[in-house]
Each structure stands twice: as C-alpha cells, then as structure tokens.
C-alpha cells in the first residue's frame, strides 16, 4: 500500500476509522471525507475535507490525479418494525447507502482510470441481505442495492478497476451502540454468532485491506461475508 492514494469517505469513526488508520500505517496517502475530521495519528499521511455526502459536491481540487482505492462507509442501522418505518426513512437508508456512493464513484472515476496498477472499490452491504432478519426492512433493502450495484461496476469498469463488497454482521461501533447499550445485549449478541462473538472494527478493516491490496488482483464483483459465521452456520 505504500504511497498508494486512498480515497475513505467515513474516515471519522468506527469502521471507517480503523480502515484509514489500517492504510495509514502500511504507507498509503489517505484522503479522508466526512462530516468531522478523525483524529488519525499525527504520523499518518492524509488529508481532510469535511463534507455531507449527501448535500454537497466534491470540490474538484481535494481529490488526486490518481486514485488507486476508494472505500465507502457510510452506513445507517434503522431497526424497526415495517408498519413503523416511514417512506422517508428508506428514501433516507437508499440515500445514504446507494446514492452517496453512486455519487463518490462518478466523483473518482477519472482519477481511478488513471492509475498504474488496478484501483479497487470498496462498498458495504450487510449480513442481513442474505440471511432475512425482522425489523431490517429499511436498510436491508438499502444495502442489497448496493450488492447490485458492485457486481453491475464490477462487470462494467472490469478490467480496468474492481469493485467488491463487505457484508458484515453487528460490529462494536459508535452506530452499533444503542443495540449494545448493556453488558446483557451485548452478550446476547455475542452468543447469537457461532464464532460467539460479535466483530471488531479491526475485523472488517483487515478484510478492506486486502481488498485494496493488489494481493487480491483477482477478485472482482464479490460480496465478502464478514460475520461471524452467522449468514452461513447454524
């Protein structure tokens, strides 16, 4: 990864945090988008643009000439019951999740195809397009959105730039925090994987390392579960 410019559009916590300070130590220049600034090491390489993905364009002049990774974390957990979740709130989920990295990728598109090696695209979906849970309507929707649109990108900009997809289960984040509000739901959650135990920022940030890397030049259009075992095992 070394000198490689990443560009990590929800660098300022959870998931997003690990995967930026993750590229930062093994030498990438990471390019940081996000309502707030994160408070990566002073020895990491970066730069900051704060920005609502949703609202606003992206200044031309903060992205490189080359880009050689683009990570898209944003994400939203709205777990209600269906006849409680509004249109809004999966006007607001599809947003969020499909339309901000629609935006993104049409934003670094020339600067991908521009790099030397492979550029590699890295989206998020979520253990619950496969497995079907209740009250996850609004987001699962969402996020098998994003499942179609990596494999459409990935057949389309192959063999130029890949484009593969996380699919994690309940990770111990700042988003996750109202679901593991107490040390019983915590464990609850734990014990529902057959790993028992829920993921870890540094879980997911590993795999999107490898997905950037060009270690894994031969993969495209995938979607990688990272859970736990839960969307497999029982």
Same mark, same amino acid.
């Given at each position: 990864?070394?000198?490689?410019?990443?560009?990590?559009?929800?660098?300022?916590?959870?998931?997003?945090?690990?995967?930026?300070?993750?590229?930062?130590?093994?030498? &990438?220049? /990471?390019? +940081?988008?996000?309502?707030?600034?994160?408070?990566?090491?002073? *020895? #990491?390489?970066? @730069?900051?643009?704060?920005?609502?993905?949703?609202?606003?364009?992206?200044?031309?002049?903060?992205?490189?000439?080359?880009?050689?990774?683009?990570?898209?974390?944003?994400?939203?957990?709205?777990?209600?019951?269906?006849?409680?979740?509004?249109?809004?709130?999966?006007?607001?989920?599809?947003?969020?999740?499909?339309?901000?990295?629609?935006?993104?990728?049409?934003?670094?598109?020339?600067?991908?195809?521009?790099?030397?090696?492979?550029?590699?695209?890295?989206?998020?979906?979520?253990?619950?397009?496969?497995?079907?849970?209740?009250?996850? &309507?609004? /987001?699962? +929707?969402?996020?098998?959105?994003?499942?179609?649109?990596?494999? *459409? #990108?990935?057949? @389309?900009?192959?063999?130029?730039?890949?484009?593969?997809?996380?699919?994690?289960?309940?990770?111990?984040?700042?988003?996750?925090?109202?679901?593991?509000?107490?040390?019983?739901?915590?464990?609850?959650?734990?014990?529902?994987?057959?790993?028992?135990?829920?993921?870890?920022?540094?879980?997911?940030?590993?795999?999107?390392?490898?997905?950037?890397?060009?270690?894994?030049?031969?993969?495209?259009?995938?979607?990688?579960?990272?859970?736990?075992?839960?969307?497999?095992?029982?």
């Amino acid at each position: 990864m070394q000198n490689k410019n990443i560009v990590v559009i929800g660098a300022s916590s959870g998931i997003g945090h690990a995967i930026g300070e993750l590229l930062g130590e093994k030498g &990438a220049n /990471i390019y +940081s988008i996000s309502r707030s600034e994160p408070d990566f090491p002073a *020895s #990491l390489s970066y @730069e900051h643009l704060n920005h609502n993905i949703l609202e606003d364009e992206i200044p031309s002049d903060f992205l490189p000439d080359t880009i050689d990774g683009l990570v898209y974390c944003p994400g939203s957990i709205s777990l209600k019951p269906f006849r409680s979740l509004s249109l809004d709130v999966f006007r607001h989920d599809y947003e969020l999740n499909v339309l901000g990295a629609v935006k993104v990728i049409k934003a670094a598109l020339k600067p991908m195809k521009k790099s030397g090696s492979k550029p590699s695209v890295v989206l998020f979906s979520t253990v619950a397009v496969q497995q079907g849970m209740a009250f996850h &309507a609004s /987001i699962a +929707s969402a996020k098998g959105a994003v499942e179609g649109l990596t494999r *459409s #990108l990935a057949a @389309e900009l192959s063999p130029k730039i890949r484009v593969n997809c996380i699919a994690p289960s309940l990770v111990n984040t700042p988003l996750s925090g109202s679901i593991l509000s107490s040390e019983d739901r915590i464990e609850a959650s734990n014990n529902r994987h057959p790993l028992k135990r829920i993921g870890q920022p540094n879980d997911i940030a590993q795999t999107a390392l490898f997905l950037l890397d060009d270690n894994s030049s031969w993969i495209t259009g995938q979607v990688i579960g990272v859970d736990g075992g839960l969307s497999r095992l029982r």
